[in-house]
């Protein structure tokens, strides 16, 4: 079976740093995708992890341990437009396609 | 950018109707999907598509069907609607190889009443 795990919700003040853990079990692995989505509108790309390690992009990092089915997305610096849900969905292997197994989402809130 | 549109924003629709639901990108993205996404749930792969007129069933795909006759446009139908298919329903689309992101539209929220 597939399972990803990401907690439910965050809550966090604006200036700060937070880190959205993903731990996943699933049958393949090609890599790990992150996506925001605000309330209402459609899922936006941030970040994609096919190797271990740290991928860094602006105010936005993502890590990946692929020996221990875990990630995190890092959020410094925060503004109150990061305000959203945070989906981690694992890349599943071996289907020639692309196939995505998401998580429930984390929703986090930033307040002033 | 990439721009993906789905046709309605919100649909009302009644038990036993057959209901279409429209998709279309506009950067010639081979791969096409349709996802439901339900509260604690996440997203979930109902149906998708690798090029004209052929399709994959995903996770769900009891009560659907799709259709893409042309490579841009790609249709998901409720064949015969029922309450349990009330739900946000998202469109996606990506270019080959695998590890490219899959691009979002901003949804259907569909009722069945």
């Known amino acids: 079976g597939q399972n990803i795990d990401q907690p439910t919700e965050m809550t966090a003040t604006e200036g700060a740093i937070v880190q959205i853990n993903c731990t996943y079990q699933t049958s393949g692995f090609n890599g790990l995708f992150w996506y925001q989505q605000h309330a209402g509108e459609a899922p936006t790309f941030l970040s994609y992890n096919v190797l271990d390690g740290l991928e860094e992009k602006g105010r936005f990092s993502s890590f990946l341990s692929r020996s221990k089915g875990y990630s995190y997305l890092l959020l410094k610096e925060l503004q109150m437009k990061d305000s959203a849900s945070y989906l981690c969905?694992?890349?599943?292997?071996?289907?020639?396609?692309?196939?995505?197994?998401f998580g429930t989402g984390t929703r986090l809130l930033v307040s002033p | 950018d990439v721009k993906v549109t789905q046709s309605s924003r919100y649909l009302v629709k009644r038990t036993g109707e057959k209901v279409f639901l429209e998709c279309v990108q506009d950067?010639?993205?081979?791969?096409m999907f349709w996802y439901r996404q339900d509260p604690g749930l996440g997203l979930r792969l109902i149906y998708f598509s690798y090029d004209v007129k052929m399709k994959e069933k995903g996770d769900i795909p009891e009560g659907y069907s799709v259709s893409r006759e042309k490579k841009e446009r790609f249709s998901l139908i409720l064949e015969s609607a029922s309450t349990n298919q009330t739900s946000m329903y998202l469109c996606?689309?990506?270019?080959?190889?695998?590890?490219?992101?899959?691009?979002f539209g901003d949804g259907t929220r569909l009722s069945i009443l």
């Open positions: 996606a689309s990506h270019l080959n190889p695998v590890n490219q992101p899959q691009h």
């Open positions: 950067m010639d993205h081979e791969n």
């Open positions: 969905a694992v890349e599943v292997a071996n289907t020639g396609f692309q196939k995505l197994v």
